[in-house]
């Protein structure tokens, strides 16, 4: 029919099922149309019988697929919600535009014809034939044409092998971005019809240095731009650039048709633009800024602030010389420590330049009294900066002699200065107690103890007490955290392994700081949209509240690496998409639209709910407490790039041998059992032994290639287990004591019993002597009286005969007494008479 179809295309992942298809509305039963719906009745309503095509640009998911099912089948038609049923005419099609079938479901792949097109097959020439075919002019098409076949095949192929760029470019995009740079270069005004062909390949050869180089890296290990600037220069000779810089430093003139430098035109701008697609925008990568545009930079910024009242003419004279101190110093920094597998973390740029110059706007006429002053916060504000980042004792040595030889080359007389330093030069907020926020230089380390230690108090008053050992190390972690919390949109990433005392330092850092500190509690079935709830009421805190608080996260709590999607979010931009339902956003608009009036901004809703964001990033502080072991922090880093980029670190380092020996020994000074001078001798046995181990655990590591991880943990708990085998032992050693005291008091006590049973046994004899006297005689009595009893028997025999005897001679006896009365003295003689009376009591006996 060779009729150009009626098209209209939408990405259907750009907005939700409802807005896509139509809904009703629940309450008022009104019907409220769809993109697609409408799109769909649009092309139906078309009466001539030319193609029309409805063009999805955007991957197929099951969730808006399958609304399409009836349109794609035999039926070809879409049924609605609202019982509108749009039919797809003959002429009609959908068009899909996807880069893969991942998530198509098998009826869909079996109800479309699928074509696959390679990037490769269609080549560069098409679309920029379609282009030379749109342009008006005849001469600039054939000038146009010579250039494109001159200039396209060589940088193709070179940009497919050599060259890294910022990011994966389609070689399409950046002939397209040519295409585009060259619209608008190649104007009436810059390219009259009676023009030069040179003047055509002028404003070609800049708009394909952009197209092709624009992206390109540079990092610390290789530039990328300056290589392609080199091999541009060498390649293509017909148009000349200046021999100074590279060919990126430079535009065209449009009236002199000549290069000039960037520098004469530098433009004042803001810039607030989203996330780009590469096919509507432009990439180009923005290199580090060259040394002179740095020194006008913090220049500028760091003598406005000390024209401020108060401060010395000597201070903001000796600007100039500072800034190029920090440069030096960043150069060498950024050149010197370089990113490896183990240290991913060194990549120096901007950011820390930055922090280090806003380090020093803490500074107030109180602090900065003289040019020494200014040498001296810069030297702690570069270590905050630099040093904390740094793994190993070499690399402190190596940073130091560094930032020490760069000093002398530039200052003379500093030496007094970089000995003062290299005792102490810590700078904090809370010199002057709470309440106070001054960023002073502290005096001493006494004088510092004795602060964190009045602090440390009042945290333990109002929070769960924290039992904190501050050594010097612990007391200059707790002041860098501070620093990183007072600072705007301060965010800490403290990385250091178990024990080493990150969290307790956190919190009172925080504290410090007057802030809120929050974790998750994680419970079962804790996901991230329960995390995202409670990151919500923190935005609602923070944002509504105006309420200071610390979101304080460590390794431990992140159960699903979907969790750090979230955080990510927040330190890059502050926004979490989907967060607050409409409901709430309106609610949170309108609570802070006072506020905005009041700053004199228009009350709209974008405004509103920038100041809403803008104020969250400000109250809202995380401090992230991760480990170093392993390969977890290294693969977060990379796939969350803002863990790394969007926090100051904070590297927690071996406990030094100062900081063992002060821990064990306030440990010790609670167990009872241990002599008082015997107690600094076991802290300072203890610390030996645990360096001792560190030191075989490298040698291990050097010797076998294996991890023996000896932590300030492992040393809590060579001090726990200490304490707790003396506690057990001593307990065991009381028990037998008291056992043995139990058993002589036992014999103390037996022994009086056996004494008084002696007394008794003594007095007893006495008696038992008597009684067995008396059981002698008994015994005789006895025998006597056995004898008598026999006696009695022999007796009461004779006696019974006796009886029976004078029973039978009793009537002769009383026959006898009878006769007897009859006798008288005269008839029997008296001495007759008593001798027969004798023979009968013999007889009777």
């Not at 992206?215 to 017909?238: N, Y």
């Not at 050594?471 to 620093?483: K, L, P, Y």
């Not at 705007?488 to 330092?505: D, E, M, T, Y």
Request: glycine residues 4%.
């Amino acid at each position: 029919m060779k009729r150009k179809p009626v098209w209209a295309d939408l990405n259907p992942k750009a907005v939700t099922n409802d807005e896509l298809f139509g809904i009703i509305n629940p309450a008022t039963r009104e019907w409220k149309d769809g993109l697609f719906s409408n799109i769909m009745r649009e092309l139906a309503n078309i009466s001539h019988s030319g193609p029309k095509w409805i063009v999805l640009d955007g991957d197929i998911d099951p969730m808006w697929i399958e609304s399409l099912n009836t349109v794609m089948d035999d039926n070809k038609v879409l049924t609605l919600a609202s019982n509108e049923r749009i039919p797809l005419n003959p002429t009609m099609r959908l068009v899909f535009e996807i880069s893969h079938l991942c998530t198509a479901t098998p009826a869909t792949v079996s109800r479309a014809g699928i074509l696959y097109i390679n990037p490769g097959d269609l080549g560069w020439n098409p679309p920029v034939s379609s282009w030379i075919d749109r342009r008006e002019v005849q001469s600039e098409k054939a000038n146009l044409i010579i250039l494109f076949d001159k200039y396209l095949p060589v940088c193709l192929d070179t940009l497919r092998t050599r060259f890294k760029k910022i990011i994966p470019i389609p070689e399409q995009s950046m002939v397209q971005m040519l295409c585009y740079l060259l619209e608008c270069l190649l104007t009436p005004e810059n390219t009259p019809p009676d023009c030069a062909k040179e003047v055509y390949e002028l404003y070609f050869v800049f708009a394909a240095v952009w197209a092709f180089g624009g992206a390109l890296f540079q990092d610390q290990l290789i530039d990328c731009r300056m290589q392609f600037s080199k091999w541009w220069v060498t390649e293509f000779k017909a148009i000349k650039f200046p021999s100074q810089g590279t060919v990126f430093d430079y535009y065209i003139d449009p009236e002199s048709k000549k290069f000039e430098s960037w520098s004469k035109m530098v433009p004042r701008f803001e810039i607030d633009a989203d996330i780009p697609l590469q096919r509507h925008f432009s990439v180009f990568a923005l290199s580090f800024p060259g040394v002179e545009a740095l020194t006008t930079i913090y220049t500028s910024i760091l003598s406005q602030h000390l024209k401020g009242e108060g401060f010395m003419a000597a201070l903001h004279n000796s600007c100039p010389k500072l800034v190029q101190l920090a440069l030096a110093v960043h150069q060498q920094v950024s050149s010197t420590f370089l990113p490896t597998a183990i240290k991913f973390h060194y990549i120096f740029n901007l950011r820390d330049l930055s922090n280090i110059f806003q380090g020093i706007l803490f500074c107030t006429s109180e602090c900065l009294k003289a040019p020494a002053d200014l040498l001296k916060i810069y030297l702690h504000e570069s270590n905050r900066v630099y040093r904390d980042k740094l793994v190993e004792e070499k690399d402190f040595q190596l940073f130091d002699k560094l930032q020490r030889d760069t000093v002398k080359k530039l200052y003379e007389d500093v030496e007094e200065t970089l000995a003062q330093t290299r005792q102490m030069n810590v700078y904090c907020h809370f010199t002057h107690g709470l309440g106070e926020a001054r960023y002073m230089p502290a005096e001493s380390w006494s004088s510092l103890n004795r602060t964190l230690l009045e602090m440390l108090d009042n945290y333990n008053e109002v929070n769960a007490t924290l039992n904190l050992v501050l050594f010097e190390d612990a007391m200059a972690h707790v002041c860098h955290i501070n620093r990183i919390l007072e600072s705007p949109r301060g965010n800490a990433l403290l990385v250091g392994v178990g024990g080493s005392g990150k969290q307790s330092l956190a919190r009172l850092a925080a504290f410090i700081s007057s802030l809120d500190v929050f974790q998750i509690t994680l419970r079962k079935g804790y996901s991230v949209s329960d995390l995202k709830m409670d990151l919500a009421s923190l935005y609602i805190k923070a944002g509504m509240k105006n309420i200071g608080t610390m979101f304080l996260m460590t390794d431990a709590q992140v159960a699903d690496e979907k969790f750090l999607v979230l955080v990510n979010d927040l330190l890059a931009s502050g926004e979490i998409p989907d967060m607050f339902p409409d409901e709430e956003v309106e609610h949170i608009i309108g609570s802070v639209m006072p506020e905005v009036c009041a700053l004199g901004l228009m009350d709209t809703k974008e405004n509103c709910w920038k100041f809403f964001i803008d104020r969250v990033r400000r109250q809202l502080k995380v401090a992230l407490c991760f480990s170093p072991v392993g390969n977890k922090l290294r693969d977060r880093s990379r796939k969350f790039p803002a863990v790394v980029n969007c926090t100051a670190i904070d590297w927690f380092h071996e406990w030094p041998q100062e900081a063992l020996e002060s821990v064990s020994f306030k440990f010790l000074q609670k167990v009872e059992n241990i002599e008082p001078q015997m107690k600094e001798s076991f802290s300072k046995f203890m610390a030996y032994v645990h360096m001792s181990v560190n030191d075989k655990s490298k040698e291990y590591l050097a010797n076998e290639r294996r991890y023996n991880y000896t932590t300030p943990k492992s040393f809590l708990e060579q001090i726990k287990l200490y304490c707790s085998l003396l506690g057990q032992k001593s307990k065991d050693l009381s028990n037998k004591m008291e056992r043995l005291q139990n058993g002589l008091t036992k014999l103390n006590s037996t022994s009086a019993q056996v004494d008084d049973l002696k007394a008794k046994l003594a007095a007893q004899e006495v008696v038992g002597i008597e009684t067995e006297k008396m059981s002698k005689e008994k015994f005789v009595a006895d025998e006597e009286e056995r004898k008598v009893a026999a006696i009695a028997v022999v007796v009461s025999g004779k006696q019974r005969d006796c009886e029976e005897d004078l029973a039978k001679a009793e009537p002769a006896l009383l026959a006898a007494q009878d006769a007897l009365n009859t006798l008288n003295k005269v008839r029997f003689p008296i001495n007759a008479l008593l001798s027969h009376i004798d023979l009968f009591c013999h007889t009777s006996i």
